[in-house]
C-alpha cells in the first residue's frame, strides 16, 4: 500500500513558475514508477509526465515537454514536478500516481495508486 500527498499548488501569473512535490509513504517507493496527471474542470484526466523507478528516465506529454521536468528523491520518497513558463490552458488539479513498475508509462491504467491532487490555477 502506497500513499500520495502532494502539495504545493495555488495560484499563479502566466509566464510563472510552480513547483509541486509529491510524498509517499512506505518503504518501497523505489519500487515504483512514478507520473502526473491533471484534470481541468470538464474534462478527462490527461497524462503529464512519468518518471522511472530509478529517476533516470522522463516521459512527458507534448504540451509541457520543454516547459516541466519530473524528478525523483529516492531517499526521501518525493517527486517533483517542476512547472516553468506556465499558461492558463495548464490550469487542472494536479495528481501524482505510482505504478509497480521500471519504467515510465503515459496509461492511466498502469498506476495503482492516486493521490488526492492538488490545485493549480493560471491567470492570464
Known amino acids: 500500500q502506497v500513499q500520495l500527498v502532494e502539495s504545493g499548488g495555488g495560484l499563479v501569473q502566466a509566464g510563472g513558475s510552480l513547483r509541486l512535490s509529491c510524498a509517499a509513504s512506505?518503504?518501497?517507493?523505489?519500487?515504483?514508477?512514478m507520473g502526473w496527471f491533471r484534470q481541468a474542470p470538464g474534462k478527462e484526466r490527461e497524462f503529464v509526465g512519468a518518471?522511472?523507478?530509478?529517476?533516470?528516465?522522463?516521459v512527458y506529454a507534448d504540451s509541457v515537454k520543454g516547459r516541466f521536468t519530473i524528478s525523483r528523491d529516492n531517499a526521501k520518497n518525493t517527486v517533483d514536478l517542476q512547472m516553468s513558463s506556465l499558461k492558463p490552458e495548464d490550469t487542472a488539479v494536479y495528481y501524482c500516481?505510482?505504478?509497480?513498475?521500471?519504467?515510465?508509462?503515459?496509461?492511466?491504467?498502469?498506476?495503482?495508486?492516486w493521490g488526492q491532487g492538488t490545485q493549480v490555477t493560471v491567470s492570464s
Open positions: 512506505g518503504r518501497t517507493f523505489s519500487s515504483y514508477a
Open positions: 518518471i522511472s523507478r530509478s529517476g533516470g528516465t522522463t
Open positions: 500516481a505510482a505504478a509497480r513498475r521500471v519504467a515510465p508509462t503515459r496509461r492511466r491504467a498502469d498506476y495503482d495508486y
